[in-house]
């Protein structure tokens, strides 16, 4: 067993792999075994590790997403839309979707759908409403 030492971060996980030689395996094909089981375990960690941040905004019917379109400039969305155009360039991971122009994307995801049917779309954010 592995103990956490001071200031460690994260989990400790202890990997359980299956032994090929007892069902009869060996030699160089238990190794392949054990190997290609260890392979692919280190490779979902990595996976696991190296995602970035991934952010996911789900907006209201807006006639676009910018704040400049129409009569009124909207500052809080044209900023709101400046950061996140500097996360992403951060190497964010961002996805947009507007209630108007891709109502699949809302449909799409079981936490946004299940709250769309209890709140509606009055339930949606409207931080940068000018109202």
């Known amino acids: 067993m592995v103990e956490p030492v ?33 392979a692919a375990r280190v490779e979902a960690l990595h996976t696991e590790l190296t995602a970035g941040p991934r952010i996911r905004v ?28 500097h996360l992403r360039r951060q190497g964010v991971d961002i996805e947009r979707a507007n209630l108007a122009n891709d109502p699949g994307a ?14 509606g779309s009055a339930g949606l954010p409207s931080c940068w409403s000018t109202t």
């Open 6 to 38: 001071p200031g460690m971060r994260g989990r400790i996980e202890t990997w359980v792999t299956d032994e090929p030689s007892l069902r009869g395996i060996d030699g160089m094909d238990r190794m392949r075994l054990v190997v290609a089981d260890i």
């Open 58 to 85: 789900f907006e209201p019917a807006l006639c676009c997403n910018t704040g400049v379109c129409g009569t009124d400039v909207d500052e809080a969305l044209v900023s709101f839309t400046a950061d996140l155009d």
């Open 106 to 119: 809302f449909a799409s995801n079981k936490v946004v759908a299940d709250f769309l049917r209890v709140a």
